[in-house]
Nanobody, 130 residues
């Protein structure tokens, strides 16, 4: 059974940094997409960043240059380094796995829609104060 467990959330001031971690267990797929998503109360869950089994990454425009997604396959751990955080980025952050990715369409890519991801962690809260 696949389990994803996030950690690393917390409270920071605007401009601060956090590193989120997501440990995966029971996940034996050789090809996959992993993603970080975030969701504020009353709003839809949105993609933040994704990485595929070959290490190719993708980011939503609003976090480019500030967030970095990485993975340590030896530790089965996904990371999201978040720098220069903004108050509007107070959200619950989730990691997720799509074992059917990456997808081919003029190159390989991961999907950015939550419904495509089969496995989810419980989330970790990030609060950014001004």
């Amino acid at each position: 059974q696949v389990q994803l467990v996030e950690s690393g959330g917390g409270s920071v001031q605007s401009g601060g940094s956090l590193r989120l971690s997501c440990v995966a267990s029971g996940y034996t797929y050789s090809k996959y997409c992993m993603g970080w998503f975030r969701q504020a109360p009353g709003k839809e869950r949105e993609a933040v960043a994704s990485i595929d089994s070959d290490g190719s990454t993708s980011y939503v425009d609003s976090v480019k240059g500030r967030f970095t997604i990485t993975q340590d396959n030896a530790k089965n751990t996904l990371y999201l380094q978040m720098n220069n955080l903004k108050p509007g980025e107070t959200n619950m952050y989730y990691c997720a796995a799509d074992p059917e990715g990456p997808y081919y369409g003029g190159g390989y890519y991961c999907l950015q829609t939550p419904v495509e991801y089969d496995y989810w962690g419980q989330g970790t809260q990030v609060t950014v104060s001004s």
